[in-house]
């Protein structure tokens, strides 16, 4: 009897474990990223969410490709002024910075490998990586929700 409620102790442990350890940006019971349908504008974009750490930190790093339509949402809990690089990125990339109310701030454009630290240069709450010119060839621009 005391083996039985041992085990499934260890088993409600690591369940909620990993339950709470995903953080929101992973379906935790497949361990792939959490995709959002967002519109900025009139364009559709599939965004990945990254709410925490360690998708935050990895981003789009080791990719080969994004496909034209798709990104990566960085979400963070208040404004403020963020700072992002390159480092191990394969891809060139546009970033775009939003404020609270999802008003787009700042475009900036990223190259491969740069590890130079681009920054908001504002306050701002969210930024989305996309591939570079997405912002431009889908005619968005500073101030577009």
């Not at 083996?3 to 379906?27: C, P, R, Y």
């Not at 981003?59 to 339509?69: C, I, K």
């Not at 630290?117 to 591939?131: D, G």
Request: hydrophobic share 45%; no cysteine.
């Amino acid at each position: 009897m005391q083996k039985s409620k041992l085990i499934l102790f260890v088993f409600t442990a690591t369940l909620l474990l990993q339950m709470f350890s995903s953080g929101n940006s992973f379906d935790s019971r497949q361990n792939i990223p959490l995709v959002k349908k967002i519109k900025i504008k009139d364009k559709i974009l599939f965004a990945e969410i990254a709410e925490r750490d360690p998708v935050q930190t990895k981003g789009l790093m080791f990719r080969e490709s994004l496909p034209w339509n798709a990104g990566m949402l960085f979400i963070y809990p208040y404004e403020k002024v963020l700072y992002f690089w390159m480092k191990n990125t394969l891809i060139p990339l546009d970033i775009g910075f939003f404020d609270k109310n999802q008003i787009l701030k700042v475009i900036k454009n990223m190259k491969p490998h740069d590890e130079t630290s681009i920054s908001s240069e504002v306050p701002v709450r969210f930024a989305l990586e996309v591939n570079l010119d997405w912002f431009k060839k889908n005619n968005i621009n500073i101030g577009d929700k």
